[in-house]
């Protein structure tokens, strides 16, 4: 298939300047409007001229929309607000470090400078097939190219594919699962505020988006209660490069430890379904044992359970065990098994 | 604006992928001028039904109070199937509109019911039922004629009354034959293309225009059964249809709906002994 690259279709460019005209347009416009964060996703699919919207509604004027701010019970993190942002500030850093280990793990500085956290949870999926704009699954069509006998699909999925194989790209998504945030959005019923791991959805849902977000909807912000504040953190992110690239599969852990147990945990990976899967059956297996490596044994023997792989991507199941094993009983308590 | 969406393949072949969602719209559409449409007919234009002959005496005392017209076990196989048809079209066509929940599981579950059912409905009607019942005759397209140029104010001599099921039912059934062929024949080949229990996903076994064709076949046949559905279901709850459609409930229909409407010599029911097979051309009681 032809790709002109470098050369957008014309489009109507909006620059709105608040959240309020920016929903108002996207509205207006429904499935004709594009919403465009850093824009570091966005120019990929506007170059190739596979998405060919007719309007762009750039956010990068809506001040209302960036920024850290700390709330009675947490904070709220504008969905404009850079990675870098989310990266320095210093009350991520000390009470939210997962977060802020998760976005610097994010591609490299200057992505990070201009992506913002909004457009990292809301990302389309990296799958080729599908990026290149042939007639796949996600993309309308009828057939998923990556999940043939020959289909290249080292990156994909092994657990809750159905019909497509793609992944969610996103590396702060599973950290603000296990930080259990919860997400702002702007919908034509009003404000709506899901949990973190309920904004992410699979091809059993729809198989042509990654989140909740429905034409005309606009996710406006992202607050992190103080529950996990301080709390024992893990991610880890396992990419074939390690200057700048997506996960081949993240784990983040937020837990609490009392008198050597478990008391509490959250656990999530991303890189292993269409959506960032909180491992909650892990999670009540762990709670009430010893955070060591025969408990992250056993733990990572039950998250790769019903895990199903493609024809290039066996090796993501012994990858994910060894991720949850290392999440629940650390990196030093851990041991390599070939 | 086309009925069909087109995309182009790897290999450069333009090919179709499955036909434009708003068929839906049209075809339920389509189902609610149908009711407008016949409710107006009915109301303004229908003349009083008439028909040739009169109950004979001598085989109507032989008619008993309740007259079997379907056997149970067709009548399981017409709800197991209209549970299926339903689940079907739901999980089909709801998440097209807007509807976001996990389809595809229960539509290929349904699919496999309904495909069982229609096999077991097959067997059972060669077998066991008068299997050319349902299918149109001579008698029916002469009546038809009849019916239609009476319609028109012409002469003609009124049409006979029914076999045991009427012109319009056997052209109906012949409709979701069609459809309910090209959807099950077009939905088994298209299991291959998800992970099912049946079989591995093969989706090389035939070319993109074939598999492209397939979705249009198998989407055009769909929206078809929105329409025929909708109107099954219209005639199922008009008064002067209740019991036809009771006796697809309990199994048999009054003595004196039977003696009103149907032809004892097309649909002959002899009053002996009682019997099961409620399906047979002579049905015996």
Redesign the interface.
Known sequence: ?AVIRDVMRAFELYQPNSAADAQKLLQQYGTDAWVMAGGLDSFDWLKDRIKRPKVVVDLSGVDELKGIRATNDGIEIGAMTTLTEVVRSPIVREKYGLLSEGAELAASPQIRNQGTIGGNVSQDARCWYYRAG??CYR???????A???MGRNREHAILH???CVAVNPSDSAPALIALDAKFVLRTREGERIVDAEDYF?GP???ITRLHIL?PGDLLTAIRIPSTWAGARFYFEKVRDRNVWDFALLNVASAMVVSDGRIERIRLAVNGAAARPLRLTAVEDAVRGKAPDATTGLMAGRLAVEGAVPLQFNAYKIPLMRNLVKRAIGGVEEATWAS | MGILEWATSPWGQHVPIHIAWFLIWVAAIAGLVFFVVHVIYLRYFARAEGFAGAVTPELAVHVPERVPRHSLAARMFHWIMAVAMFTLLFTAFLPKVGVRFNWVAYHWIAGTVLTISIVFHVIHAIFWMDFWSIWPDKVDLEDALKRVRRFMGHPAPPPRKFAKYPLENKLYHGAIIATGLSVILTGVFMMFRVRTIFFPRNPYLFGDMTWGLMYVLHGLAGVGLITLVMVHVYFAVRPEKLDITKSMIFGSMKREFYLKHYDQERWAVEASTLSSKSDGKHTQV
Do not use: F, L
């Open positions: 298939m042939w007639p993309a309308g069509g009828n057939i998923c190219y999940d043939t006998p594919a159905q019909r959805i059993d849902i729809d429905r």
